[in-house]
Each structure stands twice: as structure tokens, then as C-alpha cells.
């Protein structure tokens, strides 16, 4: 049976072998309560803060940040924004959130409670427009939550902007690292943010486990207590930041070597956000002519899988129209998504099926 070819680790990554083996030793060893008064039980917080030690060192991580576990994915944000609320919001009145289009749906329970959000716009490189944000900042905004790396995009966001404009007016800054783990260099103390979250399934976890980090303890739940899963989450975000820079330079020459061939290949295509400021990992193409629905199906029938978004996210045709693409680019794109399994024999045969589909469904476009 052939290889599946997988590019769309914006929406899920599959867990790696050696976060499978950790969670089967807590599983089959050390599976205790840490509310057990004997030794099955009290064994485990020295397993956690080992964990928790090797993770805040893997994200340059001070002791002014505390550190939750959470569920991850739109209820991770869920969590993080009802705490806020709770803790914060209902006690001061400032009630406004600023977001991308991502936490909209976790905030539009927060509208229940009196809240008002503002979704925050795109340039048309794909960049977090700083002046949008500067003029939707208001005495009674609370929050600004962004992603570091944009997720279908790949674009990195200007972080040190965004942290000034909401720090001169005391907002506080919420960003999701959950794709820039091991992609870029990462250190919290250096970004001085107020939360930072992230999602495991997005860096070789399973499904439903994160983290957040918080400048301020009383801001969220400091809930730890489930020592596989911390001891997972470390392992994985600590086998990326251990090889970061090797891994980065890699993965971006197998992603050059894919743009360039593609673009040959098919000399009217378009790669997008060429110009911006890109995170090694992720290529945006446009495919003239093609609707991409179409063509992602026929990829998959041939066992190689990109994106459109969609799930968690908005869809890609939906972002790039936001940046002032024109619709009909926007609806023929794709996002490709590497990782470091990634081969120049993977990218070869991608290439191929690529290629060849587009061809195909160009072909069946012209016969009409």
C-alpha cells in the first residue's frame, strides 16, 4: 500500500511514536491518582515537575509565568476566555475582546455575559493589519487574542506591534504558539505577552490536550493534574525545540525545492504571500481556473491530503478574500503544510500527483 502524502498538519498532526510510548508507560506503570496518599500516587510529583521543568525550558519560559494544562483546540480557548472573564472582566468592566477570526466562536459565549468582540483584519500580505488594531483598541478592551503563525498561511505576525499598541493602552495580549512550535525560535520572556496557548494535536500529541501560559496566576485555572498528559505534551514540544534550527533549515529547502518545481511545472500558478514574512513550513498556492474542492478531492483519492481549512478555522478561500485576493484566486487555493518527516522522494511523487491532477481537471474545465 502507498504512502499517504500528508500536508495538512494545520488541522491535526499524528502523534509521534515516542509521545505514544510515554503516555503507554503512565498508562500501563505509573497510572495513580496524585490525590492517592500513598507511594502509587505521590510518585508522580516528581514525574510532573520534571515535566514541567523540561517545558519551560524548552519555551524560554521565567518563573513569572504559571502554567495550565488545558483541552485544547476552541475549548481551550473557551477555557482561557471564561476564566478571563471571571477573574477579570466581571470585576473591572472592561468588557471588549479583540480576536481573529479563529476565537470567535468560544467569545460569542462571552456575548451571553454582557461581552462585545471585534474580529481583527488581514493585510494583503497577510500580516495583522497594526493599524486596524490601534483604532478598534478601546478604554473598555480587555483582551487582543491572535495566532504567532498564522495557521493556513504560515505567516508570522508582528508580535513586538501588537504587544506595544495593547500595552500602552493596558490590554492585554493573547497569542497561540500551537504552529510555531519548532518552526521558529521561541522564547515567552522574550515576547513579554500576557497568555500564551497551544494545542498538542498540532505538534505530535493526541487529540485534546494543550497548554497555556499565563503572566498572571490569577488569570486561569492552574490545572496540572493529569501527569501522562503533561508528560506527553513536554515530550513532544521538547523533541521539536531541540532540533528547531536544523529541522527549520530543512524543511524550508524541501520547501523551496516544491515551489520552484511546482511553478515550473505549472508556469501559471500562483504561490501567494511569497513577499511575507513565512514561517518555514507552509506554501499557499493558487490554482487559476480550478475550483479548489475539486481538486482537493481528487488528491485524496490519490492518498495525498492539503487544505482548504475549515473545522476549527475559517476557510482559506474565507482569509484570502479577507486580504483583498481576488475571489476567484482565493477559491482555487490550496495550503500545504510540511513536517520534518518530510522527504525530497515524498515531495517528488507529491509533485507528480499535483501536476497531474491539476492537468486534469484543466483539461475537463476547457472540454465545456
Same mark, same amino acid.
Given at each position: 500500500?502507498?504512502?499517504?502524502?500528508?500536508?495538512?498538519?494545520?488541522?491535526?498532526?499524528?502523534?509521534?511514536?515516542?509521545?505514544?510510548?510515554?503516555?503507554?508507560?503512565?498508562?500501563?506503570?505509573?497510572?495513580?491518582?496524585?490525590?492517592?496518599?500513598?507511594?502509587?500516587?505521590?510518585?508522580?510529583?516528581?514525574?510532573?515537575?520534571?515535566?514541567?521543568?523540561?517545558?519551560?525550558?524548552?519555551?524560554?519560559?521565567?518563573?513569572?509565568?504559571?502554567?495550565?494544562?488545558?483541552?485544547?483546540?476552541?475549548?481551550?480557548?473557551?477555557?482561557?476566555?471564561?476564566?478571563?472573564?471571571?477573574?477579570?472582566?466581571?470585576?473591572?468592566?472592561?468588557?471588549?475582546?479583540?480576536?481573529?477570526?479563529?476565537?470567535?466562536?468560544?467569545?460569542?459565549?462571552? =456575548?451571553?455575559? +454582557?461581552?462585545?468582540?471585534?474580529?481583527?483584519? @488581514?493585510? %494583503?500580505?497577510?500580516? *495583522?493589519?497594526? $493599524? !486596524?488594531? &490601534?483604532?478598534?483598541?478601546?478604554?473598555?478592551?480587555?483582551?487582543?487574542?491572535?495566532?504567532?503563525?498564522?495557521?493556513?498561511?504560515?505567516?508570522?505576525?508582528?508580535?513586538?506591534?501588537?504587544?506595544?499598541?495593547?500595552?500602552?493602552?493596558?490590554?492585554?495580549? =493573547?497569542?497561540? +504558539?500551537?504552529?510555531?512550535?519548532?518552526?521558529? @525560535?521561541? %522564547?515567552?520572556?522574550? *515576547?513579554?505577552? $500576557? !497568555?500564551? &496557548?497551544?494545542?498538542?494535536?498540532?505538534?505530535?500529541?493526541?487529540?485534546?490536550?494543550?497548554?497555556?501560559?499565563?503572566?498572571?496566576?490569577?488569570?486561569?485555572?492552574?490545572?496540572?493534574?493529569?501527569?501522562?498528559?503533561?508528560?506527553?505534551?513536554?515530550?513532544?514540544?521538547?523533541?521539536?525545540?531541540?532540533?528547531?534550527?536544523?529541522?527549520?533549515?530543512?524543511?524550508?529547502? *524541501?520547501?523551496?525545492? !516544491?515551489?520552484?518545481?511546482?511553478?515550473?511545472?505549472?508556469?501559471?500558478?500562483?504561490?501567494?504571500?511569497?513577499?511575507?514574512?513565512?514561517?518555514?513550513?507552509?506554501?499557499?498556492?493558487?490554482?487559476?481556473?480550478?475550483?479548489?474542492?475539486?481538486?482537493?478531492?481528487?488528491?485524496?483519492?490519490?492518498?495525498?491530503?492539503?487544505?482548504?481549512?475549515?473545522?476549527?478555522?475559517?476557510?482559506?478561500?474565507?482569509?484570502?478574500?479577507?486580504?483583498?485576493?481576488?475571489?476567484?484566486?482565493?477559491?482555487?487555493?490550496?495550503?500545504?503544510?510540511?513536517?520534518?518527516?518530510?522527504?525530497?522522494?515524498?515531495?517528488?511523487?507529491?509533485?507528480?500527483?499535483?501536476?497531474?491532477?491539476?492537468?486534469?481537471?484543466?483539461?475537463?474545465?476547457?472540454?465545456?
Amino acid at each position: 500500500m502507498d504512502r499517504a502524502i500528508y500536508f495538512d498538519h494545520h488541522i491535526l498532526s499524528p502523534p509521534s511514536k515516542e509521545v505514544i510510548k510515554k503516555l503507554a508507560f503512565f498508562y500501563e506503570e505509573k497510572w495513580g491518582a496524585l490525590s492517592m496518599p500513598h507511594q502509587k500516587g505521590q510518585e508522580l510529583y516528581s514525574e510532573m515537575d520534571t515535566s514541567q521543568q523540561d517545558l519551560y525550558v524548552s519555551l524560554g519560559v521565567g518563573d513569572s509565568y504559571t502554567f495550565s494544562l488545558t483541552s485544547g483546540g476552541i475549548r481551550g480557548f473557551f477555557e482561557l476566555f471564561i476564566h478571563f472573564y471571571l477573574e477579570q472582566t466581571r470585576e473591572n468592566g472592561k468588557n471588549h475582546f479583540l480576536a481573529t477570526e479563529e476565537f470567535s466562536i468560544p467569545l460569542q459565549q462571552l =456575548h451571553k455575559l +454582557g461581552c462585545l468582540s471585534k474580529v481583527l483584519s @488581514f493585510n %494583503s500580505k497577510g500580516i *495583522l493589519s497594526l $493599524d !486596524f488594531l &490601534s483604532a478598534s483598541l478601546k478604554p473598555k478592551t480587555a483582551l487582543v487574542s491572535c495566532f504567532l503563525i498564522h495557521p493556513l498561511t504560515g505567516i508570522i505576525q508582528p508580535v513586538e506591534e501588537i504587544v506595544r499598541l495593547c500595552h500602552e493602552k493596558e490590554v492585554k495580549v =493573547h497569542l497561540d +504558539g500551537s504552529h510555531a512550535i519548532g518552526k521558529i @525560535f521561541l %522564547s515567552l520572556d522574550q *515576547l513579554e505577552i $500576557d !497568555f500564551f &496557548s497551544f494545542d498538542g494535536d498540532k505538534i505530535h500529541t493526541p487529540q485534546r490536550v494543550g497548554g497555556l501560559f499565563s503572566f498572571s496566576p490569577s488569570d486561569i485555572p492552574t490545572l496540572t493534574h493529569d501527569p501522562a498528559s503533561l508528560s506527553a505534551l513536554t515530550l513532544a514540544v521538547k523533541q521539536l525545540t531541540q532540533t528547531q534550527e536544523s529541522t527549520s533549515i530543512e524543511v524550508a529547502r *524541501l520547501r523551496t525545492f !516544491f515551489e520552484e518545481e511546482l511553478l515550473k511545472a505549472l508556469p501559471d500558478t500562483i504561490l501567494l504571500f511569497q513577499d511575507s514574512p513565512r514561517a518555514p513550513h507552509i506554501s499557499v498556492f493558487s490554482f487559476p481556473g480550478i475550483m479548489s474542492e475539486a481538486l482537493l478531492y481528487l488528491l485524496q483519492q490519490r492518498s495525498l491530503y492539503a487544505s482548504i481549512g475549515g473545522g476549527e478555522y475559517p476557510s482559506l478561500p474565507y482569509f484570502l478574500n479577507q486580504c483583498g485576493i481576488a475571489l476567484e484566486l482565493s477559491l482555487s487555493a490550496l495550503s500545504f503544510s510540511f513536517s520534518k518527516e518530510m522527504t525530497k522522494e515524498l515531495l517528488e511523487k507529491a509533485l507528480d500527483i499535483l501536476v497531474s491532477s491539476v492537468k486534469q481537471l484543466k483539461k475537463l474545465s476547457f472540454s465545456k
